[in-house]
């Protein structure tokens, strides 16, 4: 069996910061630590911060009053940051630089009087978010239909921002839908969709139709995990979406010759490797890597972080 491994896959700058944020703050604060949601969307990473004594929280109502929060990856609204203050809790932020960027952007379109679609997912902890950041100038497209669905008129100062971990190719169709149905629409001043996102869906267009079969490595409620297994089959590839080796199914692999691994960006690379050895010992061959995109993106730790540092 040839394996071929994409690059770039797995772990993103964020999501190597953010992790990063959560290991200095457990040596600084010890256990408990609490974050507010999922540090990053994969459930062996979420899996071992619980072990070594983190405690996820949905509401900053669970965090005691005067404790220490980490804010995810993914990003807060300003409610969830005035409740934590008015708890006195000491806040450590690990956004995301690049989730951050859409939440200025939002701030500043909001003070210039703007109406913003914001094309995502519902839900997403992204979006919320962000929509947080001014709600009632907010309308959440997740389809050309809900975009069919707005009524904004000529006279509204309307722009779209986006989240950051969509498939390119899904956002272009309810970017199309919004500049077809409102013309005069603003387009936010650089790319939203991010560095990461974009480069290992491109990896993946770009080799999946050399490919029999994908195995995609990431959880389920990683969004963009789930684009890659999508983008895969949108190229005639199958493709299946795994946490890890315990959830391959071997009839997958009857007929195939060659098999594409990728990994999501919140995603361990231990996890590729322990799937490129399963296959190995099963039907023998070899892996190599494929490098479609290079990166050289780095994120320091926040300041927060930075600050009780020396404090300490």
């Not at 109502?61 to 804010?71: C, I, K, L, M, R």
């Not at 929509?131 to 100062?157: H, L, M, Q, Y």
Request: hydrophobic content about 40%; charged content about 20%; proline content about 5%.
């Amino acid at each position: 069996m040839k394996i071929i491994l994409a690059n770039p896959r797995g772990f993103c700058a964020g999501v190597n910061m953010a992790i990063d944020t959560v290991d200095e703050a457990l040596k600084i604060v010890g256990a408990p630590l609490y974050v507010y949601h999922e540090i990053v969307h994969n459930k062996h990473v979420v899996d071992r911060f619980v072990q070594e004594g983190v405690v996820f929280v949905d509401t900053i109502e669970e965090v005691p009053a005067d404790s220490t929060v980490v804010f995810s990856a993914h990003g807060v609204s300003p409610a969830v940051r005035n409740a934590a203050k008015a708890r006195g809790c000491t806040m450590i932020d690990a956004t995301c630089p690049l989730v951050t960027k859409v939440h200025m952007e939002a701030i500043r379109y909001a003070k210039q009087g703007y109406k913003m679609l914001l094309v995502g997912h519902a839900g997403h902890d992204e979006v919320v978010g962000t929509v947080g950041e001014a709600p009632d100038a907010f309308t959440i497209v997740e389809s050309p239909e809900d975009v069919e669905r707005t009524n904004f008129g000529p006279e509204d100062k309307l722009v779209y921002l986006t989240q950051t971990t969509l498939s390119m190719d899904d956002a272009n169709v309810i970017i199309n839908a919004i500049k077809a149905k409102y013309p005069h629409v603003k387009e936010p001043p650089s790319e939203d969709i991010c560095y990461a996102t974009t480069n290992r869906q491109h990896a993946v267009r770009a080799l999946a139709p050399a490919a029999d079969l994908c195995i995609v490595v990431g959880s389920k409620n990683s969004s963009n995990s789930v684009r890659l297994t999508e983008i895969s089959q949108n190229t005639g590839c199958p493709a299946y979406l795994v946490d890890d080796k315990s959830e391959l199914d071997l009839a997958w692999f009857d007929g195939v010759g060659t098999v594409l691994i990728t990994a999501g960006a919140s995603a361990p690379e231990h996890l590729v490797q322990q799937i490129v050895e399963e296959l190995i010992e099963n039907y023998g061959g070899e892996a190599e890597d494929s490098h479609i995109v290079e990166e050289d993106v780095h994120f320091n730790l926040p300041r927060s972080l930075r600050v009780l540092q020396g404090a300490n």
